[in-house]
Nanobody, 121 residues
Framework: QVQLVESGGGLVQAGGSLRLSCAAS????????MGWYRQALGKQRELVAI???????NYADSMKGRFTISRDNAKNMVYLQMNSLKPEDTALYYC???????????????WGQGTQVTVSS
């Protein structure tokens, strides 16, 4: 029903910046919220940030003040601006979309394929 495609990852030096983008496509869907998760090698997946359709953002404590999530509802896109990057930010970053369908009790979560972010020291 919903497909998510991330872009914007790459290799940057510590202290640098990257802007990730995620485009949602499909038919007959209503996205309640979109967000970003990340997973480093050998570690569990963790929340980075989420944003509701109304534009209210929430961040994990370690990202607050450095990362900014935003969305364009008309284009069904979500963005993650990452500043002051650290080597520990190196991970595969995943886009998510929570989609509410008629008759369901709760939204279904869709995941993108991920985009790699590597921060050198």
């Amino acid at each position: 029903q919903v497909q998510l495609v991330e872009s914007g990852g790459g290799l940057v030096q510590a202290g640098g910046s990257l802007r990730l983008s995620c485009a949602a496509s499909g038919s007959s869907f209503s996205i309640i919220a979109m967000g970003w998760y990340r997973q480093a090698l050998g570690k569990q997946r963790e929340l980075v940030a989420i944003i509701t359709s109304g534009g209210n953002p929430n961040y994990a404590d370690s990202m607050k003040g450095r990362f900014t999530i935003s969305r364009d509802n008309a284009k069904n896109m979500v963005y993650l601006q990452m500043n002051s990057l650290k080597p520990e930010d190196t991970a595969l970053y995943y886009c998510t979309a929570d989609v509410l369908t008629y008759g369901s009790k709760s939204p279904n979560r869709y995941w993108g394929q991920g985009t790699q972010v590597t921060v050198s020291s």
